[in-house]
């Protein structure tokens, strides 16, 4: 069990959005303390680093979807971040595939040709083929949101600037809880495949994620 203090939402509110993880399976539980600003959650590691995930970005002052359509929310790279994890914890692949960038996409897919060289448009036909079903895709989803909550994200921070390769690249600087390193940096482009628009993708792998989980 572990006692997360909420700072933006309260305890009940947060108790009923668990259970789209917790499943309201035996052994796992939120409890909301009686001043509904902590919660106590039990739950396997496995589950309960979902959950830290979950809380990290789901705890503040503003939502991580649209309230009129319920569409994730990617117009900054602190929102798309926030959203990509939140996908995450809820295992939500058919979100996850749409916050993804193209040559991610096309790693993830073990694609042996190589993309256009950074910075110019990508193929209409290849974005196509990456973003519809390839062999192994529903499993290269589930790894990669796998991957993501090995350890649980306790911190987001936009970090200012913008590189000009392959696009206008963003980032977010983001920290787990007794993963390797104290800070990582996350990679954003627009629209996954580098064009201007209002959406950002993410272009980074965990650095902890070995080859196989890529096919």
Known sequence: ART???RHKLASEMAEELR????????QSAQPASNNQEITVTAPVSVMNRVATYITVADWPSPVKN????QYLRGDALAAAR???HAC??????????????????????RDQPLPEAGSALDERLIRE??????GKGAALQALARAWTRYPLRQLR???????SFGARHFVSAAFAGAPGDFLSLEFIHDGDGTQSRSLALDTLPPWMNSTNQR
């Open 67 to 70: 309230a009129a359509q319920g």
């Open 4 to 6: 997360f203090a909420l």
């Open 89 to 110: 914890a809820v295992e939500d692949e058919a979100a996850l595939e749409k916050m993804l960038s193209i040559p991610l996409l096309a790693r993830m897919s073990g």
């Open 83 to 85: 959203s990509f994890f």
């Open 158 to 164: 936009e970090q200012p600037g913008v590189a000009p």
């Open 20 to 27: 789209q993880i917790l499943l309201d399976r035996p052994g």
């Open 130 to 135: 990456l973003r519809e079903t390839w062999p």
